[in-house]
């Protein structure tokens, strides 16, 4: 049964550099083809794609955001991280990780989600 | 990389069928035969209702539908039930692993 949670602040200052870690379970980021990314939704707002780090470290980053973006993994604790650097309150949205197979082009399984305010 | 265009509601009765679109460029929707749908109801986390244009994942039910010609892609639900009213967003592969997403669509059953 695969699972993620994601964890982090749910308060931050604006310019300040937000850190998030989604953990799962049920499947490991050293099997081929897996991957993991974060999507966030701000509050009434749609959904949007930020980044997916897949098995083999590749690293896909969403194009208006990639200057403030980073992704990195840890394998054996099964965790994946992003950082967001200069926070604004528009930033202030629920930010959920996903898993995504190579090639499989949906996300299959989603965490519950993290709601991040963005306010001084 | 621009949202893919949705209408903002639709509507229905019980028992009645909707479709909503999903628009998006030579770019995403219609450069591959990947759009996903997700359903998200208030405060929950998106759930995978369509993947790959028109394939169900185990437990869907098929009054869910999805379909692709050129640009845009539909979500068709027909026999429609309360608790289909819900939030539906179309996603489409953009190429290099990315990804994009609609706007989202409000259901409403009347």
């Known amino acids: 049964q695969i699972t993620l949670k994601e964890s982090g602040p749910t308060l931050v200052k604006p310019t300040q550099t937000l850190t998030l870690t989604c953990t799962f379970s049920?499947?490991?980021?050293?099997?081929?083809?897996?991957?993991v990314g974060w999507i966030r939704q701000p509050p009434g707002k749609a959904l949007e794609w930020l980044v997916l780090i897949y098995w083999d470290d590749d690293k896909r980053y969403s194009l208006s955001l990639s200057s403030r973006l980073t992704i990195s993994k840890d394998t054996s604790k099964n965790q994946v991280v992003l950082t967001m650097t200069n926070m604004d309150p528009v930033d202030t949205a629920t930010y959920y990780c996903?898993?995504?197979?190579?090639?499989?082009?949906?996300?299959?399984?989603w965490g519950q989600g993290i709601l991040v305010t963005v306010s001084s | 990389q621009a949202a893919l265009t949705q209408p903002r509601s639709v509507s229905g009765s019980p028992g009645q069928s909707v479709t909503i679109s999903c628009t998006g460029t030579s770019s995403d929707v219609g450069g591959y035969n990947y759009v996903s749908w997700y359903q998200q109801y208030p405060g929950k986390a998106p759930k995978l209702m369509i993947y790959d244009v028109s394939e169900r994942p185990s437990g869907v039910p098929d009054r869910l539908s999805g379909s692709k010609s050129g640009n845009t892609a539909s979500l068709t639900i027909s026999g429609l039930q309360p608790g289909d009213e819900a939030d539906y967003y179309c996603c489409s592969y953009a190429g290099n692993s990315r990804m994009v997403f609609g706007g989202g669509t409000k259901l409403t059953v009347l």
């Open positions: 049920g499947f490991s980021l050293s099997t081929s083809g897996v991957g």
């Open positions: 996903a898993h995504r197979r190579y090639g499989y082009n949906y996300w299959e399984y």
